[in-house]
Protein backbone atom coordinates (compact mmCIF):
# COMPACT_ATOMS: atom_id res chain seq x y z
CA UNK A 1 0.00 0.00 0.00
CA UNK A 2 1.24 3.47 -0.77
CA UNK A 3 2.19 5.88 2.52
CA UNK A 4 -0.05 8.71 0.48
CA UNK A 5 -3.23 8.65 -1.72
CA UNK A 6 -2.66 8.20 -5.40
CA UNK A 7 -4.36 9.97 -7.91
CA UNK A 8 -7.54 8.34 -9.53
CA UNK A 9 -6.49 9.08 -13.42
CA UNK A 10 -3.03 7.45 -12.72
CA UNK A 11 -4.74 4.11 -10.88
CA UNK A 12 -7.49 3.66 -13.31
CA UNK A 13 -4.71 3.80 -16.57
CA UNK A 14 -2.86 1.24 -14.32
CA UNK A 15 -5.60 -1.08 -14.05
CA UNK A 16 -6.44 -0.62 -17.74
CA UNK A 17 -2.86 -2.17 -19.12
CA UNK A 18 -3.19 -4.50 -16.59
CA UNK A 19 -6.70 -5.58 -17.74
CA UNK A 20 -5.53 -5.50 -21.41
CA UNK A 21 -3.70 -9.42 -20.45
CA UNK A 22 -7.84 -10.57 -20.51
CA UNK A 23 -8.98 -12.08 -23.06
CA UNK A 24 -12.28 -10.30 -23.83
CA UNK A 25 -15.56 -12.72 -24.04
CA UNK A 26 -16.56 -9.88 -27.42
CA UNK A 27 -13.21 -11.10 -29.19
CA UNK A 28 -14.87 -14.23 -29.34
CA UNK A 29 -12.07 -16.23 -29.09
CA UNK A 30 -12.63 -17.79 -25.32
CA UNK A 31 -14.54 -20.93 -26.52
CA UNK A 32 -14.00 -22.96 -23.51
CA UNK A 33 -16.05 -21.36 -20.80
CA UNK A 34 -19.33 -21.97 -19.29
CA UNK A 35 -20.06 -18.40 -18.94
CA UNK A 36 -20.50 -15.16 -20.72
CA UNK A 37 -21.00 -11.57 -20.80
CA UNK A 38 -23.62 -10.27 -18.47
CA UNK A 39 -26.27 -8.66 -20.18
CA UNK A 40 -25.71 -4.67 -20.01
CA UNK A 41 -28.95 -4.03 -18.24
CA UNK A 42 -28.13 -7.00 -15.50
CA UNK A 43 -24.60 -4.94 -15.05
CA UNK A 44 -26.18 -1.74 -14.65
CA UNK A 45 -28.39 -2.96 -11.94
CA UNK A 46 -25.98 -5.04 -10.46
CA UNK A 47 -24.27 -1.52 -9.61
CA UNK A 48 -27.36 -0.11 -7.94
CA UNK A 49 -27.36 -2.78 -5.49
CA UNK A 50 -23.40 -3.52 -4.44
CA UNK A 51 -23.89 -2.37 -0.76
CA UNK A 52 -26.76 -4.84 -0.38
CA UNK A 53 -25.82 -7.83 2.09
CA UNK A 54 -28.26 -10.03 2.11
CA UNK A 55 -26.64 -12.06 4.80
CA UNK A 56 -28.08 -9.38 7.25
CA UNK A 57 -31.53 -9.74 5.55
CA UNK A 58 -33.44 -7.71 8.10
CA UNK A 59 -31.66 -4.44 7.15
CA UNK A 60 -32.38 -4.74 3.57
CA UNK A 61 -35.76 -6.11 3.22
CA UNK A 62 -36.77 -5.27 0.23
CA UNK A 63 -33.50 -6.65 -1.42
CA UNK A 64 -34.49 -10.59 0.40
CA UNK A 65 -37.50 -9.60 -1.18
CA UNK A 66 -36.19 -9.91 -4.77
CA UNK A 67 -34.10 -13.09 -3.93
CA UNK A 68 -37.07 -14.62 -3.09
CA UNK A 69 -38.89 -12.99 -5.92
CA UNK A 70 -36.04 -14.33 -8.64
CA UNK A 71 -36.14 -18.17 -6.53
CA UNK A 72 -40.02 -18.26 -7.24
CA UNK A 73 -39.21 -17.14 -11.01
CA UNK A 74 -36.73 -19.82 -11.48
CA UNK A 75 -38.70 -22.53 -9.66
CA UNK A 76 -41.55 -21.65 -12.29
CA UNK A 77 -39.03 -22.47 -14.85
CA UNK A 78 -38.06 -25.96 -12.71
CA UNK A 79 -41.47 -27.14 -12.24
CA UNK A 80 -42.49 -26.05 -8.78
CA UNK A 81 -44.51 -23.11 -7.14
CA UNK A 82 -43.09 -22.87 -4.00
CA UNK A 83 -39.36 -23.32 -3.83
CA UNK A 84 -37.18 -22.52 -1.01
CA UNK A 85 -33.36 -21.52 -1.65
CA UNK A 86 -30.62 -19.02 -2.39
CA UNK A 87 -28.64 -16.81 -4.62
CA UNK A 88 -25.25 -17.76 -4.12
CA UNK A 89 -21.60 -17.29 -5.37
CA UNK A 90 -22.11 -20.37 -8.07
CA UNK A 91 -22.57 -23.76 -8.99
CA UNK A 92 -19.75 -24.83 -6.80
CA UNK A 93 -21.09 -23.37 -3.97
CA UNK A 94 -25.29 -24.66 -4.65
CA UNK A 95 -23.56 -28.20 -5.09
CA UNK A 96 -21.74 -28.10 -1.47
CA UNK A 97 -25.21 -26.67 -0.14
CA UNK A 98 -27.22 -29.60 -1.46
CA UNK A 99 -25.09 -32.02 0.22
CA UNK A 100 -24.41 -30.52 3.18
CA UNK A 101 -28.20 -30.85 3.09
CA UNK A 102 -28.06 -34.12 2.28
CA UNK A 103 -25.65 -35.16 4.76
CA UNK A 104 -27.34 -33.01 8.00
CA UNK A 105 -30.63 -34.95 6.98
CA UNK A 106 -29.61 -38.07 6.53
CA UNK A 107 -27.72 -37.78 9.82
CA UNK A 108 -30.67 -36.15 11.63
CA UNK A 109 -33.52 -38.73 10.33
CA UNK A 110 -31.42 -41.82 9.23
CA UNK A 111 -28.72 -41.55 11.82
CA UNK A 112 -25.90 -41.88 9.16
CA UNK A 113 -22.95 -40.16 10.65
CA UNK A 114 -20.33 -41.70 7.69
CA UNK A 115 -22.34 -41.18 4.77
CA UNK A 116 -21.55 -41.72 1.12
CA UNK A 117 -22.76 -39.76 -2.44
CA UNK A 118 -22.95 -41.47 -5.92
CA UNK A 119 -21.86 -38.96 -8.16
CA UNK A 120 -21.39 -40.01 -12.01
CA UNK A 121 -17.98 -39.90 -13.41
CA UNK A 122 -18.70 -36.66 -15.40
CA UNK A 123 -20.04 -35.07 -12.14
CA UNK A 124 -18.07 -31.75 -11.82
CA UNK A 125 -14.90 -31.05 -9.62
CA UNK A 126 -17.40 -29.50 -7.01
CA UNK A 127 -18.72 -32.67 -5.54
CA UNK A 128 -14.67 -33.38 -4.74
CA UNK A 129 -14.87 -30.09 -2.74
CA UNK A 130 -17.71 -30.80 -0.86
CA UNK A 131 -16.87 -34.48 -0.09
CA UNK A 132 -13.75 -33.06 1.37
CA UNK A 133 -15.31 -30.47 3.23
CA UNK A 134 -18.20 -32.24 4.57
CA UNK A 135 -16.30 -35.47 5.17
CA UNK A 136 -17.97 -37.68 3.09
CA UNK A 137 -17.12 -40.19 0.73
CA UNK A 138 -17.45 -40.02 -2.92
CA UNK A 139 -18.49 -42.94 -4.89
CA UNK A 140 -18.23 -43.06 -8.60
CA UNK A 141 -21.15 -44.44 -10.59
CA UNK A 142 -19.90 -45.45 -13.87
CA UNK A 143 -20.92 -43.99 -17.42
CA UNK A 144 -22.88 -45.78 -20.39
CA UNK A 145 -21.32 -46.21 -23.55
CA UNK A 146 -23.06 -42.36 -24.32
CA UNK A 147 -21.13 -40.65 -21.91
CA UNK A 148 -24.21 -40.45 -19.37
CA UNK A 149 -24.46 -42.15 -15.91
CA UNK A 150 -25.23 -45.79 -16.09
CA UNK A 151 -28.28 -46.63 -14.60
CA UNK A 152 -27.28 -50.19 -13.17
CA UNK A 153 -24.00 -48.96 -12.02
CA UNK A 154 -26.35 -46.35 -10.13
CA UNK A 155 -28.47 -49.34 -8.12
CA UNK A 156 -25.30 -51.05 -7.73
CA UNK A 157 -23.61 -48.43 -5.07
CA UNK A 158 -26.48 -47.89 -3.34
CA UNK A 159 -26.05 -49.22 0.30
CA UNK A 160 -26.65 -48.29 3.81
CA UNK A 161 -24.57 -45.46 3.99
CA UNK A 162 -25.95 -43.26 0.78
CA UNK A 163 -26.98 -40.00 1.47
CA UNK A 164 -27.82 -38.46 -1.35
CA UNK A 165 -27.28 -39.29 -5.36
CA UNK A 166 -26.14 -37.09 -8.07
CA UNK A 167 -26.96 -36.65 -11.92
CA UNK A 168 -25.94 -33.53 -14.53
CA UNK A 169 -28.25 -31.45 -16.41
CA UNK A 170 -25.71 -30.41 -18.81
CA UNK A 171 -22.54 -32.31 -18.16
CA UNK A 172 -19.49 -29.88 -17.63
CA UNK A 173 -17.34 -31.46 -20.20
CA UNK A 174 -20.09 -32.42 -23.18
CA UNK A 175 -23.30 -31.02 -22.35
CA UNK A 176 -25.30 -34.13 -21.41
CA UNK A 177 -28.20 -35.31 -19.47
CA UNK A 178 -28.35 -38.17 -17.56
CA UNK A 179 -31.11 -40.31 -17.58
CA UNK A 180 -32.78 -38.03 -14.30
CA UNK A 181 -36.21 -39.15 -14.55
CA UNK A 182 -34.86 -43.24 -13.94
CA UNK A 183 -32.69 -41.92 -11.37
CA UNK A 184 -35.47 -39.88 -9.62
CA UNK A 185 -37.43 -43.20 -9.59
CA UNK A 186 -34.30 -45.41 -7.68
CA UNK A 187 -34.05 -42.51 -5.34
CA UNK A 188 -37.82 -41.88 -4.13
CA UNK A 189 -38.09 -45.60 -3.93
CA UNK A 190 -35.14 -45.86 -2.18
CA UNK A 191 -35.61 -42.94 0.34
CA UNK A 192 -32.18 -41.48 -0.66
CA UNK A 193 -31.77 -37.56 -1.17
CA UNK A 194 -31.49 -37.12 -5.17
CA UNK A 195 -29.83 -33.62 -5.91
CA UNK A 196 -29.67 -32.86 -9.96
CA UNK A 197 -26.57 -30.56 -11.38
CA UNK A 198 -28.08 -28.30 -13.77
CA UNK A 199 -26.06 -25.17 -13.49
CA UNK A 200 -25.51 -25.25 -16.95
CA UNK A 201 -28.62 -26.53 -18.23
CA UNK A 202 -30.94 -25.03 -16.32
CA UNK A 203 -31.66 -22.05 -18.07
CA UNK A 204 -31.83 -23.41 -21.84
CA UNK A 205 -33.44 -27.15 -21.25
CA UNK A 206 -37.22 -25.41 -20.49
CA UNK A 207 -36.93 -23.36 -23.29
CA UNK A 208 -35.47 -26.06 -25.44
CA UNK A 209 -38.34 -28.16 -24.20
CA UNK A 210 -40.84 -25.62 -25.12
CA UNK A 211 -39.83 -24.91 -28.57
CA UNK A 212 -40.13 -28.89 -29.19
CA UNK A 213 -36.25 -30.12 -28.44
CA UNK A 214 -36.41 -33.67 -27.52
CA UNK A 215 -34.95 -33.24 -24.30
CA UNK A 216 -35.30 -35.23 -20.99
CA UNK A 217 -37.23 -33.85 -17.94
CA UNK A 218 -35.23 -33.18 -15.15
CA UNK A 219 -36.75 -30.89 -13.04
CA UNK A 220 -38.69 -30.84 -9.71
CA UNK A 221 -41.59 -32.70 -11.81
CA UNK A 222 -39.91 -35.83 -11.01
CA UNK A 223 -41.14 -36.82 -7.25
CA UNK A 224 -37.81 -38.08 -6.54
CA UNK A 225 -35.69 -34.18 -6.78
CA UNK A 226 -34.91 -33.06 -3.49
CA UNK A 227 -32.66 -30.13 -5.19
CA UNK A 228 -30.96 -28.47 -8.08
CA UNK A 229 -28.47 -26.20 -8.65
CA UNK A 230 -28.81 -23.52 -11.51
CA UNK A 231 -26.68 -20.66 -12.73
CA UNK A 232 -27.98 -18.04 -14.05
CA UNK A 233 -24.41 -16.46 -14.19
CA UNK A 234 -24.21 -18.95 -17.20
CA UNK A 235 -27.14 -19.25 -19.82
CA UNK A 236 -28.98 -16.46 -17.41
CA UNK A 237 -26.68 -13.25 -18.41
CA UNK A 238 -26.78 -12.28 -15.02
CA UNK A 239 -22.91 -10.67 -13.69
CA UNK A 240 -21.28 -13.29 -11.56
CA UNK A 241 -20.84 -14.11 -9.30
CA UNK A 242 -24.94 -15.36 -9.41
CA UNK A 243 -25.52 -19.00 -8.82
CA UNK A 244 -29.02 -20.70 -7.75
CA UNK A 245 -30.19 -23.71 -5.21
CA UNK A 246 -33.32 -24.60 -5.12
CA UNK A 247 -35.08 -27.13 -2.85
CA UNK A 248 -38.32 -29.20 -2.82
CA UNK A 249 -38.52 -28.48 1.09
CA UNK A 250 -38.02 -26.19 3.82
CA UNK A 251 -36.78 -29.03 5.90
CA UNK A 252 -33.63 -28.86 3.15
CA UNK A 253 -32.39 -25.26 4.59
CA UNK A 254 -33.37 -25.84 8.07
CA UNK A 255 -31.21 -29.00 8.78
CA UNK A 256 -28.77 -26.76 7.83
CA UNK A 257 -29.16 -23.95 9.71
CA UNK A 258 -26.93 -22.06 12.34
CA UNK A 259 -27.21 -19.94 15.22
CA UNK A 260 -26.96 -16.29 14.02
CA UNK A 261 -27.34 -13.77 16.87
CA UNK A 262 -25.83 -10.66 15.95
CA UNK A 263 -27.86 -10.19 12.77
CA UNK A 264 -31.19 -9.16 12.12
CA UNK A 265 -32.09 -13.12 11.48
CA UNK A 266 -31.67 -15.88 14.25
CA UNK A 267 -30.64 -18.96 11.92
CA UNK A 268 -28.60 -19.02 8.74
CA UNK A 269 -28.50 -21.98 6.29
CA UNK A 270 -26.10 -20.38 3.63
CA UNK A 271 -22.38 -21.04 3.98
CA UNK A 272 -21.50 -17.58 2.87
CA UNK A 273 -22.35 -15.30 5.46
CA UNK A 274 -21.85 -11.72 3.90
CA UNK A 275 -24.00 -12.22 0.24
CA UNK A 276 -24.34 -9.46 -2.10
CA UNK A 277 -27.86 -8.85 -2.63
CA UNK A 278 -26.59 -7.59 -6.70
CA UNK A 279 -26.27 -10.73 -7.75
CA UNK A 280 -30.37 -11.29 -6.89
CA UNK A 281 -31.53 -8.01 -7.85
CA UNK A 282 -29.42 -7.77 -11.23
CA UNK A 283 -30.86 -11.87 -11.99
CA UNK A 284 -34.12 -10.75 -11.03
CA UNK A 285 -34.38 -7.91 -13.51
CA UNK A 286 -32.44 -9.92 -16.95
CA UNK A 287 -35.04 -13.07 -16.24
CA UNK A 288 -37.99 -9.69 -16.08
CA UNK A 289 -35.88 -7.75 -19.44
CA UNK A 290 -35.64 -10.98 -21.28
CA UNK A 291 -38.80 -13.57 -20.43
CA UNK A 292 -39.65 -16.25 -21.55
CA UNK A 293 -39.42 -15.18 -25.04
CA UNK A 294 -36.08 -13.71 -24.91
CA UNK A 295 -34.18 -16.81 -23.48
CA UNK A 296 -36.23 -19.04 -25.78
CA UNK A 297 -34.57 -16.80 -28.57
CA UNK A 298 -31.47 -17.08 -27.14
CA UNK A 299 -31.50 -20.81 -26.67
CA UNK A 300 -31.98 -21.61 -30.25
CA UNK A 301 -29.77 -19.32 -31.27
CA UNK A 302 -27.27 -21.13 -29.69
CA UNK A 303 -28.43 -24.29 -30.75
CA UNK A 304 -28.25 -22.97 -34.01
CA UNK A 305 -24.66 -22.03 -33.78
CA UNK A 306 -24.40 -25.70 -32.25
CA UNK A 307 -25.67 -27.28 -35.45
CA UNK A 308 -23.01 -24.88 -37.71
CA UNK A 309 -20.20 -25.87 -35.86
CA UNK A 310 -21.06 -29.42 -35.63
CA UNK A 311 -22.01 -29.61 -39.67
CA UNK A 312 -18.49 -27.56 -40.13
CA UNK A 313 -15.93 -29.90 -38.37
CA UNK A 314 -17.56 -33.14 -39.77
CA UNK A 315 -17.66 -31.59 -43.21
CA UNK A 316 -13.64 -31.22 -42.95
CA UNK A 317 -13.28 -34.44 -41.45
CA UNK A 318 -12.92 -34.16 -37.37
CA UNK A 319 -14.42 -36.98 -35.41
CA UNK A 320 -16.87 -36.16 -33.03
CA UNK A 321 -16.71 -37.22 -29.51
CA UNK A 322 -21.05 -36.93 -29.46
CA UNK A 323 -23.80 -35.88 -31.06
CA UNK A 324 -24.18 -32.69 -29.44
CA UNK A 325 -27.51 -32.22 -26.76
CA UNK A 326 -27.04 -28.98 -25.92
CA UNK A 327 -24.45 -26.08 -26.97
CA UNK A 328 -21.45 -27.75 -26.37
CA UNK A 329 -18.95 -29.30 -29.26
CA UNK A 330 -16.23 -32.08 -28.34
CA UNK A 331 -14.45 -33.24 -31.37
CA UNK A 332 -10.91 -35.04 -32.42
CA UNK A 333 -8.78 -34.66 -35.04
CA UNK A 334 -8.55 -37.90 -37.00
CA UNK A 335 -4.91 -38.17 -36.84
CA UNK A 336 -3.58 -35.77 -34.58
CA UNK A 337 -3.40 -35.95 -30.72
CA UNK A 338 -5.80 -33.84 -28.79
CA UNK A 339 -3.27 -31.93 -26.43
CA UNK A 340 -1.18 -31.05 -29.85
CA UNK A 341 -4.36 -29.80 -31.26
CA UNK A 342 -5.61 -27.53 -28.27
CA UNK A 343 -1.55 -26.24 -28.55
CA UNK A 344 -2.19 -25.15 -32.19
CA UNK A 345 -5.21 -23.45 -31.56
CA UNK A 346 -4.16 -21.65 -28.79
CA UNK A 347 -1.77 -20.03 -31.20
CA UNK A 348 -4.10 -18.95 -33.50
CA UNK A 349 -5.30 -17.21 -30.64
CA UNK A 350 -8.08 -19.73 -29.32
CA UNK A 351 -9.08 -20.32 -25.99
CA UNK A 352 -10.32 -24.14 -26.31
CA UNK A 353 -10.50 -26.33 -23.06
CA UNK A 354 -10.02 -30.05 -23.09
CA UNK A 355 -12.18 -32.93 -21.84
CA UNK A 356 -10.83 -35.40 -19.67
CA UNK A 357 -13.65 -38.27 -20.74
CA UNK A 358 -13.25 -38.66 -22.84
CA UNK A 359 -10.03 -36.56 -23.79
CA UNK A 360 -11.17 -33.97 -26.89
CA UNK A 361 -11.75 -30.82 -28.13
CA UNK A 362 -14.59 -28.95 -26.32
CA UNK A 363 -16.17 -25.87 -27.51
CA UNK A 364 -18.82 -24.03 -25.56
CA UNK A 365 -20.99 -22.16 -28.09
CA UNK A 366 -22.19 -19.27 -25.76
CA UNK A 367 -23.60 -16.35 -26.31
CA UNK A 368 -20.66 -14.05 -26.70
CA UNK A 369 -19.53 -16.38 -29.95
CA UNK A 370 -21.05 -15.35 -33.12
CA UNK A 371 -21.18 -17.52 -36.20
CA UNK A 372 -18.83 -15.16 -37.66
CA UNK A 373 -16.09 -16.33 -35.37
CA UNK A 374 -16.98 -19.93 -36.06
CA UNK A 375 -16.09 -19.37 -39.44
CA UNK A 376 -12.95 -17.79 -38.50
CA UNK A 377 -12.48 -21.20 -36.59
CA UNK A 378 -13.14 -23.28 -38.98
CA UNK A 379 -10.97 -22.15 -41.78
CA UNK A 380 -8.03 -22.36 -39.23
CA UNK A 381 -9.26 -25.87 -38.40
CA UNK A 382 -9.46 -26.39 -42.15
CA UNK A 383 -5.62 -25.13 -42.42
CA UNK A 384 -4.60 -27.79 -39.74
CA UNK A 385 -6.22 -30.72 -40.75
Known amino acids: MDDKPVDKDYILNELNEIHKLDYNYSDGRILGSMCTEAHPFAKEVYCKFLDTNLGDPGLFKGTKLIENKVIKSIGELLSIDEPYGNIVTGGTEANIMAMRAARNHARKYKGIHDGEIIVPASAHFSFKKAADMLNLKIVEAELDENYRIDINSVKNLISDKTVAIVAIAGTTELGLIDPIEEISKIAFENNIYFHVDAAFGGFSIPFLRSMGFDLPQFDFSLEGVCSITVDPHKMGL????????????????????????????????????????????????????????????????LMDNTKFLKEGLEDLGYELVCEPELNIVAFNHPNMETNVLAQKLEDLGWKVSVSKCPVAIRIVLMNHIKKSHLKELLEDLKEII
Not at 268 to 289: F, H
Open 238 to 301: APIPAGGILFRKEEYLDVMAVDSPYLTVKTQSTIVGTRMGASSAATYAIMKYLGKEGYSKLAEQ
